[in-house]
């Protein structure tokens, strides 16, 4: 394998400043901010988090480093394990079409550890997630296109983690170079439909990711080495060539609904046909879904854990039809055992659309054909799932999907001032904002 190395990415993670993205990308770094926050907050609440910190507690337990939904403080890799075992926990993160995958939970933690070492500004913490979001796509477009699989989340996540470590830890250029070739190649190799169809509580690879790009750039400062990354090669440094010119920030999705992104299509066409015809479920007789083969190879199983409740097709869009949302509250250990979900989980059937298979992955497509107990019969139109990168998701669209989803653990004021914080908090450190996030 051939490498050039030019500095290119190297340049650009290091000295890109806020005042020089544009308006539109400015304004993406902090819907996406919220976002992550949403993934942080609910992500503290579950059982997956809980093991990151008894992880932490005894391995990583000394410094002074907070992490968001807990008053303990730990070192830095403490706190990138801690909060790398939140940000994916209840899967309500951002995701990225054509890398098939969540960039932004693949490297908060390492940054946000990071920005809270340094106590950085908001600012700072902020441009710094922008060019990791595209050295992290841009890595995971080359990863899919060099080994010919489908790889998870984790993969692209030691990249982006070392990416946005090694700037605010103050790397020169050669440094990052070494920090992101360190990273790449000891990448946790996930596959992805193995990681969705046998969901473990660490699904898509995220904390050893994560731990992977840390550990990179640590060890980057205490002098060790390595050589060359895929997007230095002649094959996919095109990769590169609009790099600061197009972003790729610009083509995530965002999650309304906290489970795979492959059931939010009839999930949603579930909701909009219940509103549309007031009918409940105790009204339903049989749910045929009409989507792609991967989304319909998630339908088989009962789950019996909060991971495979989220990865799964059944569970959440039999929940939509009897709770009228999917949130955490329907998809945590302690929702599982709802006969009335079971119960409509037994009357959904699943069929794959050649149409909507031959769009996948670019387009996430589905229909439902819905047949209720009084003989009416119903036909959704075909959806994509809301929140893609083409329905021009703004500071309104993640503010309502704040409230919505930390409904449940924030009060009305609280959500609030965590709002105001996270929107126009642009000068206050970092240390502050996550000590009012905990405190609201």
Not at 284 to 290: L, P, S, Y
Not at 369 to 387: F, N, Q, T
Request: aromatic share 10%.
């Amino acid at each position: 394998m051939e490498f050039h190395t030019n500095y290119c990415l190297e340049r650009y993670i290091l000295d890109t400043s806020w005042e020089n993205l544009p308006p539109q990308i400015q304004e993406r770094a902090i819907v996406c901010g919220i976002d992550l926050m949403i993934a942080l907050l609910l992500g503290s609440k579950g059982q997956q988090f809980q093991a990151g910190m008894h992880t932490a507690q005894a391995y990583y337990k000394d410094g002074d480093i907070p992490v968001v939904g807990s008053d303990q403080t730990f070192g830095l890799l403490g706190a990138v394990v801690a909060m790398s075992h939140a940000s994916n926990s209840f899967d309500i993160d951002d995701g990225h079409n054509m890398i098939k995958g969540h960039p932004g939970t693949s490297f908060v933690a390492g940054v946000l550890a990071a920005a809270l070492e340094k106590n950085v500004t908001y600012r700072e913490y902020l441009t710094t997630l922008v060019v990791c979001y595209e050295a992290a796509i841009r890595c995971g477009l080359a990863v899919q296109d060099h080994y010919q699989y489908l790889h998870s989340t984790g993969t692209y996540g030691a990249f982006g983690t070392a990416a946005g470590m090694g700037r605010l830890l103050g790397f020169t250029q050669e440094q990052m170079n070494n920090a992101l070739s360190m990273a790449e190649f000891h990448a946790p190799l996930t596959p992805v439909m193995r990681s969705v169809q046998y969901p473990s509580m660490n699904k898509d690879g995220v904390p050893f990711g994560a731990l992977v790009g840390a550990q990179a750039a640590l060890e980057t400062l205490e002098g060790s080495t390595a050589y060359g990354y895929l997007l230095e090669t002649p094959e996919y440094q095109k990769y590169l060539d609009s790099l600061g010119e197009t972003y790729e920030i610009m083509n995530l999705y965002f999650k309304p609904y906290t489970c795979c992104r492959w059931a939010h299509q009839p999930i949603q066409a579930c909701i909009d046909l219940m509103k549309a015809h007031a009918f409940t479920y105790k009204d339903v007789e049989r749910v045929c879904v009409h989507t792609f083969d991967s989304a319909a190879q998630l339908s088989k199983m009962r789950p019996h854990t909060a991971d495979e409740a989220q990865y799964n097709i059944a569970w959440p869009v039999a929940s939509a039809l009897v709770h009228g949302d999917v949130g955490m509250e329907q998809v945590i250990e302690s929702a599982l055992d709802d006969s009335r979900v079971l119960d409509m989980m037994q009357r959904l059937a699943f069929d794959v659309d050649p149409a909507m298979e031959a769009q996948f992955p670019a387009k996430r497509l589905a229909w439902v054909e819905i047949r209720l107990k009084d003989g009416g019969e119903l036909k959704s139109p075909v959806y994509a799932a809301p929140g893609e990168h083409t329905d021009h998701v703004d500071l309104a669209w993640m503010e309502e999907k704040f409230r919505r989803r930390t409904a449940s653990i924030l009060t009305d004021k609280e959500q609030e001032n965590v709002l105001a914080l996270l929107k126009d908090g642009l000068d206050i450190q970092m240390q502050d904002i996550v000590g009012r996030i905990n405190h609201p």
